[in-house]
């Protein structure tokens, strides 16, 4: 069984321009969540998706949005990049979403971003 | 004040020592508490979780809660150099999301 899927690994980019993020979930997950990863904040949530709904919110700015399509999969776009964003994003996705699942989420490897 | 505090470490034991990983947290509508472990340049996965205060056991980990000090401790028997990675403790209210520490980064020495 295949588990989550995240592109790119790796990217770069300036303050200013906007990124987009992929993840696909492992097959039958219907719940996607998002989250930002940096040594001093830890593992912070972002949002989460459950069937093409956002569920869930963190406390970040607006420029943070993500989308989920009907096959599950999701994306999340950061527009006017700060240096402050550089970061691992991490998607974890689960069989009932956060509120059904016991805490059990399957995490991809993350997309590291780093903006200059 | 962070929601659930963890000490970042890093913690250095040698190979079979007992370890242990601790963190408060502060929101008492925490209903389950989770270890998850992350190696190196790879996500989390779920090592533990529990529902309530008490302990679990699986293998050679231990998962303790105490909800009455809002303490949650993870231990590790006869620690293995594969058990090296970062430790995250995290909590969970079905009103709202999965609060994570900032984890704890493990070294076992040979």
């Known amino acids: ?116 | 004040q962070k929601e659930v505090e963890q000490d970042p470490g890093p913690l250095s034991v040698p190979e079979g020592a007992i370890v242990s990983l601790n963190c408060t947290y502060s929101n008492s509508a925490f209903q389950y508490f989770m270890w998850y472990r992350q190696y190196s340049r790879k996500g989390p996965e779920l090592l533990m979780y529990t529902y309530s205060s008490g302990n679990k056991e699986d293998g050679r980990f231990t998962a303790q809660v105490d909800k009455s000090s809002k303490y949650i401790s993870l231990f590790i028997r006869d620690s293995q150099p594969s058990d090296s990675a970062t430790y995250l403790c995290a909590g969970y209210s079905s009103a709202s999301k999965i609060i994570f520490g900032s984890g704890t980064r493990l070294s076992i020495r040979p």
């Open chain 1, 1 to 116: 069984k295949a588990g989550v899927t995240q592109t790119p690994r790796y990217l770069i980019k300036t303050r200013g321009q906007q990124v987009t993020l992929s993840c696909s979930p492992i097959s039958g997950h219907r719940s996607v969540s998002w989250y930002q990863q940096t040594p001093g904040q830890g593992l912070q949530f972002l949002f989460e998706y459950f069937s093409e709904t956002q569920r869930n919110k963190g406390n970040f700015p607006g420029r943070f949005s993500g989308r989920q399509f009907s096959n599950s999969r999701s994306e999340m776009n950061v527009s006017t990049l700060e240096l402050g964003d550089s970061a691992l994003y991490l998607c974890a996705s689960s069989l009932g979403g956060l509120a059904g699942a016991g805490g059990e989420l399957f995490f991809g490897e993350g997309s590291r971003l780093t903006v200059l």
